[in-house]
């Protein structure tokens, strides 16, 4: 079995004089929710149209589960379901009437998966109500049980949060949560709200300017982002014996310049400056340091712009 669901490599995508998507060489495991971070216009719904099919690309190339060529692709994006710029809804039309019409527009046997789609998208009870009168929220979880018919082992979201209110943002990550770990489903969800993605994602991909920056584990993040107490004595190797012997810890990082990086006392800073201070050490720099998720992927794409 194959472990990535979408391999690409220098993929690029040119609109005249403008790179949308510049090179970008990303992978996503099976099984995993990979959040994929940057700006309004950094290329994230570009490549996801490339990958759709919606869009071709200028230069490189990509996999689908392990397929590449032009047959290969039309059958692996079988596999595959989209909300891509909003949920294609039919406003005059019921929920079920919805799924009916997009599963007849792809060649879907048998009705059974649109009763199916709707209880797990929690819309099952909405009888007669027309599309055009559910919340934002209602029309999200709609576009996902379209996104659902036929089973699809991949789910690509470009911006499913954008615009809802906490409820539906919270009602829409629930759902994300219980497709992947109940139903297996490998999705990858573009968005420039960080703040929503961190409580979701088990990968990231960072895209600027068309350009991916950076792919990482939601433990390589967190690991990156460690909050420590930035310590510079005048004596380092007494400061860390009396860190070891007070504080009965270990766990600091000594840097080259004699820095020492204290983890676990961000919250009791008086307690170790104290100590320190009173087994004759002279403190030439304290302070809290690290970032936090926000502020790290801020640093990376050089500022967040929303919108």
Same mark, same amino acid.
């Given at each position: 079995m194959n472990e990535y669901v979408l391999k690409t490599n220098h993929l690029s995508k040119k609109y005249q004089d403008n790179i949308a998507v510049n090179k970008v060489s990303m992978s996503i495991k099976k099984g995993s929710i990979y959040g994929f971070i940057g700006q309004n216009g950094a290329g994230k719904s570009t490549l996801i149209r490339l990958i759709t099919g919606l869009a071709y690309p200028t230069d490189g190339t990509f996999e689908l589960f392990a397929e590449s060529s032009k047959q290969g692709l039309i059958e692996a994006r079988k596999r595959i379901g989209t909300i891509i710029e909003g949920p294609a809804l039919y406003p005059h039309m019921t929920a079920a009437e919805n799924l009916e019409a997009h599963r007849l527009l792809k060649g879907i046997p048998g009705k059974d998966c649109v009763g199916k789609a709707l209880a797990i998208v929690g819309l099952q009870n909405t009888g007669k109500k027309k599309a055009k009168n559910f919340s934002l929220g209602m029309k999200q979880r709609l576009g996902l049980a379209i996104a659902?018919?036929?089973?699809?082992?991949?789910?690509?979201?470009?911006?499913?949060?954008?615009?809802?209110?906490?409820? #539906? +943002?919270?009602? =829409?990550?629930?759902? &994300?949560?219980?497709? /992947?770990? %109940?139903?297996?489903?490998?999705?990858? !969800?573009?968005?420039?709200?960080?703040?929503?993605?961190?409580?979701?994602?088990?990968?990231?991909?960072?895209?600027?300017?068309?350009?991916?920056?950076?792919?990482?584990?939601?433990?390589?993040?967190?690991?990156?982002?460690?909050?420590?107490?930035?310590?510079?004595?005048?004596?380092?190797?007494? #400061? +860390?014996?009396? =860190?070891?012997?007070? &504080?009965?810890?270990? /766990?600091? %990082?000594?840097?080259?310049?004699?820095? !020492?990086?204290?983890?676990?006392?961000?919250?009791?800073?008086?307690?170790?400056?104290?100590?320190?201070?009173?087994?004759?050490?002279?403190?030439?720099?304290?302070?809290?340091?690290?970032?936090?998720?926000?502020?790290?992927?801020?640093?990376?794409?050089?500022?967040?712009?929303?919108?």
């Open positions: 659902l018919l036929g089973d699809p082992e991949f789910l690509l979201l470009d911006e499913p949060i954008n615009g809802l209110d906490p409820m #539906g +943002v919270v009602e =829409i990550r629930e759902l &994300l949560k219980k497709l /992947n770990q %109940e139903y297996g489903i490998t999705i990858l !969800i573009s968005s420039h709200i960080l703040s929503e993605l961190h409580l979701l994602a088990t990968h990231y991909g960072i895209i600027h300017k068309g350009e991916l920056l950076e792919q990482l584990s939601a433990k390589e993040l967190n690991e990156k982002c460690q909050q420590y107490l930035h310590i510079k004595v005048d004596n380092p190797n007494k #400061g +860390v014996t009396v =860190i070891e012997r007070h &504080l009965e810890t270990k /766990n600091f %990082e000594v840097m080259p310049d004699g820095v !020492i990086k204290l983890f676990g006392y961000v919250d009791s800073p008086g307690k170790v400056s104290a100590i320190l201070t009173s087994e004759g050490l002279i403190i030439e720099a304290f302070m809290p340091m690290g970032e936090d998720l926000e502020s790290y992927f801020t640093h990376r794409i050089g500022g967040v712009q929303h919108g």
